[in-house]
């Protein structure tokens, strides 16, 4: 990518993305400093070069995650309220319901400072507040749930056949955290790496959403004991390839993330 090309890209991005999430925190000079981070962050990255609008939305949210991160550490009230909207946005597209989704925010930005020390990698800020909402959504179907146990068992039926088609199909797992802006360079190597699909869609149920074995059973309608083989042999080869462990520390910036992730042969029983 030219450079003047790449500049005039990073541009087109930041004024797309700044204007469709709200993101104010930088003035006129601090936004000609995220460029040049920007910039340097592309060149950084294992990305094809062919598609300069994919490498100048990445290198853009990486530097504006940098930046979100910084001022969340300083308490400014301008990130808790960029970080509560996305929450919010994301709750409206689960949810669509004003209330729930501004309970899920606040519980959200409540989170993610409560925990913002662990995250090692400010670039993934993001792509953390993604999975914390993940986790949040999953507690609030939960709750629902319990709430309506009074209902029929036809409806409590027809409620489980709906998560179920909601995750059932890899592809469409695929494309969610696609849309979520989980990094795609996770999807790759995972690709790369684990040849097997019932193993790479467990990997990423948990990995990628924070599933457990046990809901990703149900979801395919699998014996327990087959997700747990398949996570704890998807496991051990994840573990014996370093290049893809490191990838995984850089892109989640949680070291206890990775550390967690240990093979457990008394799984496979």
């Known amino acids: 990518m030219a450079e003047a090309g790449r500049r005039e890209s990073l541009r087109t991005v930041w004024q797309r993305l700044s204007t469709a999430y709200e993101w104010k925190l930088l003035t006129a ?57 996305i929450f919010r946005r994301l709750g409206l597209r689960y949810f669509s319901n004003e209330q729930t989704a501004e309970e899920i925010a606040q519980e959200g930005v409540l989170r993610v400072l409560r925990n913002l020390y662990m995250l090692q990698n400010p670039q993934s800020l993001f792509s953390w507040a993604f999975r914390i909402f993940y986790s949040l959504r999953k507690e609030r179907l939960v709750q629902q749930k319990n709430e309506d146990s009074n209902t029929s068992y036809a409806h409590e ?26 990094d795609n360079q996770l999807l790759d190597a995972l690709d790369k790496t684990l040849t097997n699909k019932l193993e790479r869609y467990v990997i990423l149920r948990i990995v990628a959403l924070g599933d457990a074995p046990r809901e990703v059973a149900r979801d395919l309608n699998l014996p327990l004991h087959r997700t747990r083989l398949a996570k704890s042999r998807a496991l051990k080869r994840l573990r014996e390839n370093t290049a893809f462990m490191h990838l995984l520390r850089e892109i989640t910036g949680l070291a206890e993330f990775t550390q967690g992730v240990s093979y457990d042969a008394s799984e496979t029983e």
Do not use: C, H
């Open 157 to 182: 039926a027809q409620e489980e056949r709906s998560l179920e088609v909601e995750y059932a199909d890899p592809i469409d797992l695929i494309e969610r955290i696609d849309q979520l802006q989980i």
């Open 29 to 85: 000079s601090q936004i000609e400093q995220l460029f040049d981070r920007a910039e340097n962050i592309i060149l950084e990255l294992d990305f094809p070069t062919g598609n300069m609008r994919k490498l100048a939305e990445e290198g853009i949210r990486r530097a504006y995650s940098e930046q979100l991160y910084r001022a969340l550490l300083d308490r400014k009230q301008q990130a808790a309220a960029e970080l509560w909207q």
